[in-house]
Every structure is written in C-alpha cells, then in structure tokens.
T-cell receptor, first 112, second 109 residues
C-alpha cells in the first residue's frame, strides 16, 4: 500500500533532550513538509523540502532541524532549543510543491 | 487578523441536515484546499480548487475568487462526518500553504 507513515504515534521526552520524529513515504513524492498543530491554531509550517539534499525553513523553524538524504525520508529533530515542543506534529508529501498534500497520521510529542 | 478565517469555529447538527462551513481569505491565491481531520489526528485532503465548484459524493466545495471566499457544503449529514474541517490557501506570492484554524463539526444521530 502506498502511503506516508510517521512513528511513533505518541512520544514522551524529558525537557532538555533532543528527539527525532520519523516520516517515510513510498508515494515517490518529491516534496515533503513538517507541520506543527497546537490547540485552537491552524497548522504551521516548520520545514519543507522539494528535492533530496535540499530543504527550506518554514514559519516556525527555530529549535528544529531536518535532513533529506533520501527521497522517501524526511526526519524532524526537535532540539532542546525549542522552547515549547509539546504539540502534535504532522508530516505531509506532494508530487510537486503545492499540489495536493498527503498527510501522515501524526506524532503527539509530550515533553515532561 | 489571520490571512485565513473560518466560520463557524464549532458547529453541531442533527443527522440529515445540510451543513455549510465558510472560509474567507485576505491574499491573492492560486488555489484553495479543504481538508478533513478525524479525532485520531489524521488529515485527508477533500478538495483543491481554484475556481467554480467541485463535488465529491455528499460534499460540495465552491470558491468565489473576486469575493475571496469559499464554502464547503455537506448534504444529508451523517455522524461519521463529525470531524474538523480545515481550509488552506496557496498565496500567489508564496510557495506554502496557510491554514485556517478549523471548524469542529459534530453531527448527532
């Protein structure tokens, strides 16, 4: 089955620890995105990548880092510099930038 | 003021009712998306449109570019339609989506 997967679904970490969220797609999509969702707010773009080995900052990139070494994979690292990391994180992909986006199931990160 | 405003924020309906969710935006756009988010968090793309109207089953999306407004209609609503409906726009000047805050729809049997 073609799709986009994120793991794990729930993640708990202690304050001050870096944590990496996984995002994999087998749709052969060029573009991939990371969004953050907080209660009562719209999705906000953290980072996006339109091609392997290249990525751009979104609106709220501070405290996050990404890599795009393979077309299928776009992991997001939440660093200790992110002041408020507890949130729901969604990964998405599309054939080209701004085409219809396909979303993963999300990872809910709680920092204790 | 947000670039994308949705109304209402919350909507409760009885099964079978006709539902309308509205989206207004303040920038020039190349396309508008309607998305559905279920309680578990997963998001599904419903429509992507740049003019006119699209229909898929009981769902209809319309857009008026001059008025910077879009509506999502659900005919013969059903409890399984209960979800958050999100509007997002692609600005002509940018390369990313801007999202509304979503409309929480609850359809009671």
């Amino acid at each position: 089955d073609g799709g986009i997967t994120q793991s794990p679904k729930y993640l708990f970490r202690k304050e001050g620890q870096n944590v990496t969220l996984s995002c994999e797609q087998n749709l052969n999509h060029d573009a991939m995105y990371w969004y953050r969702q907080d209660p009562g707010q719209g999705l906000r773009l953290i980072y996006y990548s339109q091609i392997v080995n290249d990525f751009q900052k979104g609106d709220i990139a501070e405290g996050y880092s990404v890599s795009r070494e393979k077309k299928e994979s776009f992991p997001l690292t939440v660093t200790s510099a992110q002041k408020n990391p507890t949130a729901f994180y969604l990964c998405a992909s599309s054939v080209l930038a701004l085409n219809e986006q396909f979303f993963g199931p999300g990872t809910r990160l709680t920092v204790l | 003021k947000n670039e994308v405003e949705q109304s209402p924020q919350n909507l409760t309906a009885q099964e079978g009712e006709f539902i309308t969710i509205n989206c207004s935006y303040s920038v020039g756009i190349s396309a508008l998306h309607w998305l559905q988010q279920h309680p578990g968090g997963g998001i599904v793309s419903l429509f992507m449109l740049s003019s006119g109207k699209k229909k898929h089953g009981r769902l209809i999306a319309t857009i008026n570019i001059q008025e910077k407004h879009s509506s999502l209609h659900i005919t013969a609503s059903h409890p399984r339609d209960s979800a958050v409906y999100i509007c997002a726009v692609e600005a002509t000047s940018g390369s990313r989506l801007t999202f509304g805050e979503g409309t929480q729809l609850t359809v009671n049997p």
